[in-house]
């Protein structure tokens, strides 16, 4: 039988060394296929090397953990078997609460040796039982539950606070074009930048999504992927394909938009 590989995400050295020390001796036969600082190399390492097991800091640089789950849960092939996410926090009592609600697997720094074999141990029988399709449709129902209830995780609850976008000022050279809020159909994360998408042209700002997502009415527009939201009016038709993903027609426009499994919930036949 094929040894069990593990990817670790941790920006503290120390603390990476220790978690790898520790696994050693809890599950001797775990292979460390890769250790990695950072959120955006933990989704692209996992993508490439497609462990059993992923280890995740829950902040460190870039990307979160969660994030980093969530990207590789958005482009994950739906033919291979989605890793069993343990998600490593310092104390931190909303983190836990809601880890433990979603029967999320975490451990708490410093690492305390009982706590790791008793996660080894379930890990261990989670691994033998598991079903790949069930495996991946679980871990999206608990990221989708995690992003919407965890602290600083989703802009949910600063959408609430933060003042409604009503124009766009997206510059051109010496030019500030003026993009009304409303003639937007999506806006769409493109390296360091944002697309805003018109039905008459397009325009680049220098914002990240993010930020710009609390400053949108969330009844107007929908986050359907990490990196892109759409007008909900300007959508004609909602297209679901095997693996999950979602392929968005819009009125007026040519192109098809990809909603990720995360979000496929959102279209549903009344």
């Known amino acids: 039988m094929k040894a069990p590989v593990a990817l670790i995400a941790e920006d503290e050295p120390l603390l990476a060394l220790n978690l790898q020390q520790e696994l050693a001796k809890a599950w001797p036969e775990l292979a460390i296929g890769a250790t990695v600082a950072d959120g955006a190399s933990a989704a692209q390492q996992a993508l490439a090397l497609r462990p059993d097991v992923c280890f995740l800091d829950i902040r460190m640089p870039g990307l979160s953990g969660l994030e980093a789950a969530q990207t590789m849960a958005e482009d994950w092939p739906a033919d291979v078997p989605f890793p069993l996410l343990v998600f490593v926090t310092a104390y931190d009592q909303y983190a836990v609460q809601a880890f433990e609600a979603q029967a999320v697997d975490y451990l708490v720094k410093p690492l305390e040796t009982n706590r790791l074999t008793a996660c080894v141990r379930r890990l261990r029988k989670r691994l033998a039982d598991r079903a790949p399709q069930a495996a991946l449709q679980e871990s999206v129902d608990q990221l989708r539950a995690l992003l919407a209830t965890s602290p600083g995780a989703t802009a949910a609850i600063e959408r609430t606070r933060a003042p409604r976008l009503e124009v766009i000022q997206a510059s051109v050279g010496n030019t500030v074009h003026m993009v009304p809020i409303d003639?937007?159909?999506?806006?769409?994360?493109?390296?360091?930048?944002?697309?805003?998408?018109?039905?008459?042209?397009?325009?680049?700002?220098?914002?990240?999504?993010?930020?710009?997502?609390?400053?949108?009415?969330?009844?107007?527009?929908?986050?359907?992927?990490?990196?892109?939201?759409?007008?909900?009016?300007?959508?004609?038709?909602?297209?679901?394909?095997?693996?999950?993903?979602?392929?968005?027609?819009?009125?007026?426009?040519?192109?098809?938009?990809t909603a990720s499994r995360l979000y496929a919930h959102l279209f549903k036949g009344m």
Not at 186 to 197: M, T, W
Request: aromatic share 8%.
């Open 183 to 257: 003639d937007v159909l999506y806006f769409e994360a493109a390296d360091k930048y944002v697309r805003v998408v018109t039905a008459e042209r397009e325009h680049l700002i220098r914002i990240p999504l993010r930020e710009l997502v609390p400053q949108l009415d969330a009844q107007q527009f929908w986050q359907v992927h990490r990196g892109l939201v759409v007008r909900a009016r300007a959508i004609a038709a909602a297209q679901r394909d095997d693996s999950g993903k979602v392929f968005l027609t819009l009125r007026g426009r040519p192109e098809r938009l």
